[in-house]
Nanobody
Framework: VQLQASGGGSVQAGGSLRLSCAAS?????MGWFRQAPGKDREFVAA????????YYADFVKGRFTISRDSAKNTVYLQMNSLKSEDTAVYYC?????????????WGKGTLVTVSS
């Protein structure tokens, strides 16, 4: 599975960005993680393909929205009310499950910089 992410960039605090990630294969679910300088990678949001179930980290609830285009195997992350602490490299994740085996694929990451 190949993942192509786009949409990162620089924005001022309070602004918005939209990330997108297109997968070459249908997932069981897709999501976004992020890694800030000097910190571990952390979960941001995920969406389950079968029923559109959505999950968010507490620190983005009410600000970020994850959505999908199942026909295009594409996931989106609409980020509003951005804060300087949202600055990080954002990674797209594709999770598949076949025969009871879960496989994760990762995109290369897209940088989001929020200036205060």
């Amino acid at each position: 599975v190949q993942l192509q992410a786009s949409g990162g960039g620089s924005v001022q605090a309070g602004g918005s960005l939209r990330l997108s990630c297109a997968a070459s294969g249908r997932p069981g679910g897709m999501g976004w993680f992020r890694q800030a300088p000097g910190k571990d990678r952390e979960f941001v949001a995920a969406i389950r393909w079968a029923d559109n179930g959505k999950y968010y980290a507490d620190f983005v609830k009410g600000r970020f929205t994850i959505s999908r285009d199942s026909a295009k195997n594409t996931v989106y992350l609409q980020m509003n009310s951005l804060k300087s602490e949202d600055t990080a490299v954002y990674y797209c994740n594709h999770r598949g499950a076949a025969g009871g085996v879960v496989t994760d694929y990762w995109g290369k990451g897209t940088l989001v910089t929020v200036s205060s």
